[in-house]
């Protein structure tokens, strides 16, 4: 059974930290690529990050580029989003979502993606 569980989030203070931890089971995991997006309530969702199979290359959205990073350990089946200087626009619910890389375009499209998590929620405010 194919599963990507997130956890981590919390409610945090603008300017404090999170980390997010997406698990993966079910499938071969090195084969993936994995991608972070979030969803804000009445906004679409949108990719935040992304990390190639062997944590080589990664992307981020503009919005999050120098304040959030992305890692993964192949070992442990997890890949990772540390969320640092957080502001109020960060809260939304995070999902992770697994891709085979079998398509030509940009990380952000969804319709690359198999697999699908859960979501947790992130909220930041004061």
């Known amino acids: 059974q194919v599963q990507l569980v997130e956890s981590g989030g919390a409610l945090v203070q603008p300017g404090g930290s999170l980390r997010l931890s997406c698990a993966a089971s079910?499938?071969?995991?090195?084969?993936?690529?994995i991608g972070w997006f979030r969803q804000a309530p009445g906004k679409e969702r949108e990719g935040v990050s992304y990390i190639m199979k062997t944590g080589s290359t990664t992307y981020y959205a503009d919005s999050v580029k120098g304040r959030f990073i992305i890692s993964r350990d192949n070992a442990k089946k997890t890949v990772y989003l540390q969320m640092n200087s957080l502001k109020p626009e960060d809260t939304a619910v995070y999902y992770c979502a697994a891709d085979p890389v079998r398509r030509y375009g940009t990380w952000y499209d969804e319709d690359r993606y198999a697999y699908w998590g859960q979501g947790t929620q992130v909220t930041v405010s004061s």
């Open positions: 079910g499938f071969t995991f090195d084969y993936y690529a």
